[in-house]
């Protein structure tokens, strides 16, 4: 998968995804990113990049010609995405739509945002991580590219591992996790997990998913159609989790 990033801070992205599954995933191969300084595309001694909006107002707004110039000079795989709080919100059905493609880009704004006429002549489409403002788009690119990369067939070293997460195909938070001691500080994990019955471990994760859900995330419950009949006997037979 080739994946393009816009930035005047392409140095932010490159280091976070040289680093754990990220890292790997490039140096393998499975990973092709390449960010690009927009700033490269300038003409004068001080890489403008910004000006004052038209009509008056707060702060600066990305120029076009430099952001139309990167793109144009870079033919980045499409659709190009413009990281904006207005765009669509990303999360993980928007991780698996893009995670189906062969390539995707990403721009980052600065500021107070870019020239619209970026907007309407140039990105695909907008994308959100969510309901806040950030100084610029690398952040958002950053948690784009990684939840998109670990669904990639070879990303991840347990191919379970997107299917039994939060958000996976179950439509369910992840249950409760325990590692080795057994006991720490007087507090024990649950008989099930220690008892070799791995049928019965099963079931009492699926358990567990469900009563964090419809605790913490009963939309997702309402998402899904609500709770089956055999999933309402999983519930009575293991009450939840006491350290949930």
Partial sequence: MRIDVFSLFPGLVDGFCSESLLGKARTSGLLDLRCHDIRDQTSDAHRTVDGAPFGGGAGMVMKPEPIFDAVEAARPPRPLILLSPGGRTFDQSAADELATLDGFSLLCGRYEGVDHRVVRHLVDTEMSVGDVVLSGGEVAACLIIEAVTRLRDGAMGNAQSPVTESFGSSGLLE????????????????????????????RYRVAQRLHRTLRE????????????????????????????
């Fill in 217 to 244: 995330r009963p939309d997702l419950i309402e998402a899904r159609g609500g709770v089956t009949a055999d999933e309402t006997r999983l519930l009575e037979e293991f009450p939840a989790d006491p350290y949930h």
């Fill in 175 to 202: 249950e409760p996790q325990y590692t080795r001691p057994a006991e720490f500080r007087g507090w024990t994990i649950p008989d099930v997990l220690r008892s070799g019955d791995h049928a019965r471990i099963e």
